[in-house]
C-alpha cells in the first residue's frame, strides 16, 4: 500500500523535541525523511538521559523512529555542498535551531529559493519573528511561561506551575506538521515553495485560549463563576490559577477514591455536567437533589460545588478507580481514572490502538514509545527503529550521485 506522503523528501535539521516530534510524524505517514546530524556528536538528545552506557538514549529514540540518519558537518565547504545537493532534491527542509543560526551557517532564506524554488523551508523559533523577545533561546517550560500555561495552571496559594504534558516542544511540533502540509498542498497549485514558522509561545498560547476569553470576562464583570474562587473568594485583575477546574461550563473535580492515601493516583477526575445532573444524583443515591431547587440547576449548585463534591469523595471511598468508573459509566457521567504512566504503558486498548508501541532497536533493545495518535482507515502508521549516528551516510550521499572515492574523501576531510 502506498503511503499518503511517500515521495515527499524531507531534510530534518532538528534537534530535541519539538522540531523532531514534527518530522516523525510526516516520517510516520510516508514521507523520506533525513536527519542531518553534526559528525561524531549527533542530536543532543542521543546522550540526554541514557540509562543504558553508550547506547542512543530514549529521549532520542522516541522522537527519531522511521527516519534516516546523515552525518555533515555543514559548516565545512564538502558538506555545504551535499547540503546544497540535498536542498536541490528535497521539497521540505525543517529546521529548529537557534534564531539565526541557519543563516549564519550560510543558508539564508534567499539562497534556499535559489537553489530550489519550490522549498519549503519550515522552523520553530522560541517566539515569532520580529517579536521583542525574538533573539531568545527557548526550551519548553520557557515557552509555557512565557505563552500563559504557567501563570494559569496550578492552585491559587501556589507558584505559576508547569505542565507534564510538552506544551512547548511536541505541541509545536504538531502546529508546524500543520503548516509544513498546508505549504505542500499550496505548493501544488503554484509550484512555490514558501517559508512557515511556527513559535514556541504561539503554539501555547493557542492551547490557552480558553484563558484569554476569561481575562475578557473577568475584566468584563469582575469575577469568573466556574473558578473554584466563586463565589467564595476573591478575585484579582488577573485570570488566577483555578486548581483542577473544569475550565468549561461543566464543572469537575479530581476526586479522592479508595487507596488514595497511599497511591498517589487513586483518584478520579469527574464532571458535572448539567443535562446528566439526574443522573449524578441517582448514581450518588441522592435522587432527592434532582427536584430540589437549591440543586437542580447549575446556578443554584454554584455556591456548594464544593460541598458536593466531598459528597462524591464519600461516594467513593470504598471503590478504587477504576471500580468506581465502571459503575459511573452506566449512568452516562463524563468520567476518567486518573491514569499514572505504569497504567498506560500496560494498558491493553492503548496497546491494541497502536498508540502504544513495542519497537525493536539494534543496540538498545525493545522499548516502548507513543505511535500515532491519530488513526487512519486506509493507513496502519509501522513504527521503526530510529537510526544509528550516520546509519544512512553513504547511502544518501550514493543516492545523491556521489561515488565511492568521492564519498571516502568527504570522511577523510570529517566534513560526513
Ligand atoms: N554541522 C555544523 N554545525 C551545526 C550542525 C551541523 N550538522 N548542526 C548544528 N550546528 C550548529 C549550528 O549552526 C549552531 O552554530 P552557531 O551557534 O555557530 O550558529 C550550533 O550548532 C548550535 O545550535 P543551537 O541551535 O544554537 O544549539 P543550542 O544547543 O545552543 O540551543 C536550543 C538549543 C534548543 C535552545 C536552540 O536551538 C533554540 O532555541 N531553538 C529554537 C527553539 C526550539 O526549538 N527549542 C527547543 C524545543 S525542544
Redesign the pocket.
Known amino acids: 500500500m502506498t503511503k499518503p506522503l511517500e515521495g515527499i523528501k524531507i531534510i530534518d535539521f532538528t534537534?530535541?523535541?519539538?522540531?523532531p516530534a514534527c518530522t516523525q510524524m510526516l516520517a510516520w505517514f510516508g514521507a523520506d525523511v533525513v536527519k542531518?546530524?553534526?559528525p561524531g556528536a549527533g542530536d543532543?538528545t542521543r546522550t540526554q538521559l541514557r540509562h543504558v552506557k553508550d547506547v542512543d538514549a530514549l529521549y532520542f529514540t522516541m522522537l527519531n523512529s522511521n527516519k534516516k540518519s546523515l552525518t555533515?558537518?555543514?559548516?565545512t565547504a564538502k558538506?555545504k555542498e551535499v547540503l546544497e545537493r540535498l536542498i536541490r532534491e528535497s521539497d521540505v527542509l525543517v529546521e529548529?535551531?537557534?534564531p539565526?543560526?541557519l543563516d549564519?551557517?550560510g543558508f539564508t532564506w534567499e539562497h534556499i529559493s535559489e537553489l530550489n524554488p519550490g522549498m519549503i523551508v519550515a522552523s520553530?523559533?522560541?517566539f515569532s519573528d520580529g517579536h521583542h523577545y525574538e533573539d531568545l533561546?527557548?526550551?519548553?517550560n520557557v515557552a509555557q511561561c512565557a505563552g500563559g500555561a504557567a501563570s494559569t495552571t496550578g492552585f491559587w496559594d501556589g507558584p505559576p506551575t508547569v505542565s507534564g504534558a510538552a506544551l512547548?516542544?511536541s505541541n509545536t511540533g504538531m502546529h508546524l506538521a500543520i503548516g509544513i502540509l498546508t505549504a505542500l498542498h499550496q505548493r501544488d497549485k503554484t509550484g512555490k515553495g514558501q517559508k512557515v514558522g511556527v513559535s514556541?509561545q504561539d503554539s501555547v498560547l493557542n492551547l490557552c485560549r480558553v484563558k484569554l476569553r476569561d481575562q475578557q470576562r473577568l475584566e468584563a464583570v469582575g469575577y469568573l463563576e466556574e473558578y473554584p474562587q466563586y463565589p467564595h473568594g476573591e478575585f484579582g485583575d488577573v485570570v488566577p490559577r483555578g486548581g483542577n477546574a473544569g475550565g468549561g461550563g461543566q464543572p469537575g473535580w479530581v476526586l479522592k477514591c479508595k487507596g488514595w492515601e497511599t497511591d498517589p493516583n487513586a483518584y478520579i477526575y469527574f464532571t458535572i455536567q448539567s443535562q446528566a445532573w439526574p443522573n449524578v444524583c441517582k448514581a450518588l443515591g441522592r435522587e432527592e437533589w434532582i427536584e430540589d431547587p437549591a440543586y437542580s440547576t447549575p446556578i443554584a449548585r454554584q455556591d456548594k460545588i464544593f460541598d458536593i463534591f466531598a459528597v462524591i469523595e464519600e461516594w467513593l471511598a470504598d471503590k478504587t478507580k477504576f471500580e468506581a468508573i465502571d459503575i459511573l459509566r452506566t449512568f452516562d457521567i463524563p468520567c476518567a481514572p486518573v491514569l499514572s504512566m505504569k497504567e498506560i504503558a500496560n494498558d491493553p486498548s492503548l496497546r491494541k490502538s497502536g498508540t502504544i508501541v513495542e519497537v525493536a532497536h539494534p543496540t538498545l533493545g525493545t522499548y516502548l514509545t507513543v505511535g500515532s495518535p491519530i488513526k487512519f482507515s486506509d493507513l496502519d502508521v509501522e513504527v521503526t527503529a530510529s537510526p544509528l549516528l550516520g546509519q544512512h551516510t553513504n547511502e544518501i550521499l550514493t543516492g545523491l550521485g556521489y561515488n565511492q572515492q568521492e564519498i571516502a574523501e568527504l570522511h577523510d576531510e570529517n566534513a560526513v
Open positions: 534537534h530535541v523535541q519539538a522540531g542531518v546530524e553534526r543532543v555533515l558537518d555543514t559548516k558538506g529548529n535551531f537557534a539565526g543560526a549564519r551557517m520553530v523559533k522560541g533561546k527557548v526550551y519548553e512547548g516542544d514556541m
